[in-house]
């Protein structure tokens, strides 16, 4: 038995329970790991709160990102050996002390990336890699709009879109973490509790808008993201921390400058084998350069998982958020 946080009914934080579970030997293709370190992400919330459906049913293992040591390999597992450092994203199960997971979907950890690194980033980190280089291929030059600057994908957004030579403009929710999104990448902070963000875009940019909009944040700020674009400009929009985007009609695109919009998810853009080992390798070689750094800001006893969501859907959270098994 190995201590584990599992969601037994939808619901708020307090629907993560500390319990202690079995976890069997790896099966085909199958590799089990001894975690050192579990991420935090708005979409472990989701799927507490029953926005996504548990693939695996009632009760789960709440948590998709996780780095630890592998300590068995199952039958037909031939790139992976005990004693290897890994990381990993993929189907929930990462709050816990073990787990078994999927030999092709692990990749292999180099010396200079830690395992709290690569929990704070292997989801996180993944996401940037794709949203800036496939979803919308940001370059010397690129205008680009980051809600949530400085959240836990926003630091590293802004910071990667720097070291591409973009202008970065990011949103923010007070004036400490305008200062910490200026640390990481961004040119100009806007306050969007206290500022129009659309009027200050205009004014940052003279009246030309920006490339793309990177929004995390869904319900609070659309449609008002579409304004902050150029005729055929990219909106990006990839999570729901303030609410699902409701449904609108599609001419708006058009009326805004035959806009394109787009809703990508890491679990297709990595859904093949040589596509992860790639992305996973960009990623560790601009934390391993220091272009990009992985803030983690914020430690938890795993026990405590439920804090941690509480204070991640408050707002009382910068950078990556991890768990200690």
């Not at 803030?295 to 910068?318: C, F, S, V």
């Amino acid at each position: 038995m190995v201590a584990a946080v599992r969601v037994h009914k939808h619901g708020g934080p307090e629907a993560l329970m500390f319990d202690n579970v079995d976890i069997p030997a790896p099966g085909q293709g199958q590799i089990k790991i001894k975690q050192h370190a579990c991420g935090v992400n708005f979409i472990d919330a989701y799927f507490r709160m029953g926005m996504y459906p548990s693939p695996v049913g009632m009760p789960f293992i709440a948590g998709n990102e996780s780095a630890g040591e592998v300590i068995a390999v199952g039958p037909g597992v031939t790139d992976m050996k005990i004693g290897d450092r890994v990381g990993f994203v993929g189907p929930l199960g990462a709050y816990a002390a073990e787990r078994v997971i999927p030999a092709d979907r692990a990749v292999k950890l180099p010396a200079n990336i830690t395992y709290e690194q690569a929990a704070g980033m292997m989801l996180k980190g993944m996401t940037v890699q794709y949203l800036l280089n496939r979803t919308y291929k940001v370059e010397k030059g690129t205008v680009c709009l980051i809600h949530a600057a400085a959240g836990g994908v926003g630091m590293i957004a802004s910071q990667w879109a720097n070291h591409l030579g973009a202008t970065v403009i990011g949103t923010v929710g007070s004036k400490e973490k305008a200062e910490i999104a200026k640390k990481n990448g961004c040119h100009h902070t806007i306050l969007y509790r206290d500022e129009d963000f659309v009027a200050r875009v205009k004014e940052i940019t003279s009246g030309k808008l920006c490339d793309v909009v990177y929004d995390g944040i869904g319900k609070t700020t659309f449609p008002a993201s579409l304004d902050c674009l150029r005729p055929m400009g990219y909106f990006v929009s990839f999570g729901s921390a303030s609410g699902q985007i409701d449904a609108f009609n599609i001419n708006l695109l058009q009326a805004k400058g035959s806009l394109f919009a787009t809703r990508p998810t890491l679990n297709h853009y990595a859904a093949k084998r040589e596509d992860l080992m790639s992305m996973s390798k960009d990623l560790f070689e601009k934390v391993g350069s220091g272009a990009v750094k992985i803030p983690i800001n914020y430690k938890y006893p795993l026990k405590e998982a439920g804090q941690a969501h509480k204070d991640m859907e408050g707002r009382n959270t910068t950078g990556s958020i991890i768990l200690i098994p």
